[in-house]
């Protein structure tokens, strides 16, 4: 499996980014896929995550009501639609998949990462 995310940047606050990841590979092994995010000096955080099997969405409490995560199973892309940013979501952002139908926010459970992109918010 490769994950290939993009979409990042600098915005204002209140301002709003999409991310997308482009997912190759068998599909199987990617039934679930999220995203992660790290900020410099932080701990990387679970963000959101989509079971492509039902749609089943998942989100961190600090993203809930802003973030939006959907896919896109014909193109084999996720998305990730951030709306009303703050400075607090300046982190790089990193696709992630798992081959279960299972969400979870560790880390660890997500078997393939892609490579970050970053996300700059200014106040």
């Known amino acids: 499996v490769q994950l290939q995310a993009c979409g990042g940047g600098l915005v204002q606050a209140g301002g709003s980014l999409r991310l997308s990841c482009a997912a190759s590979?068998?599909?199987?092994?990617?039934?679930?896929m999220g995203w992660f995010r790290q900020a410099p000096g932080k701990e990387r955080e679970f963000v959101a995550a989509?079971?492509?099997?039902?749609?089943?969405?998942y989100y961190a409490d600090s993203v809930k009501g802003r973030f939006t995560i959907s896919g896109d199973s014909a193109k084999n892309t996720m998305y990730l639609q951030m709306n009303d940013l703050t400075p607090e979501d300046t982190a790089v952002y990193y696709c992630?998949?798992?081959?279960?139908?299972?969400?979870?926010?560790?880390?660890?459970?997500?078997?393939?990462w892609g490579r970050g992109t970053e996300v700059t918010v200014s106040s």
């Open positions: 590979g068998r599909t199987d092994r990617r039934s679930a």
């Open positions: 989509i079971v492509w099997s039902g749609g089943s969405t």
């Open positions: 992630v998949a798992t081959p279960t139908g299972l969400v979870y926010s560790a880390s660890y459970y997500y078997k393939f």
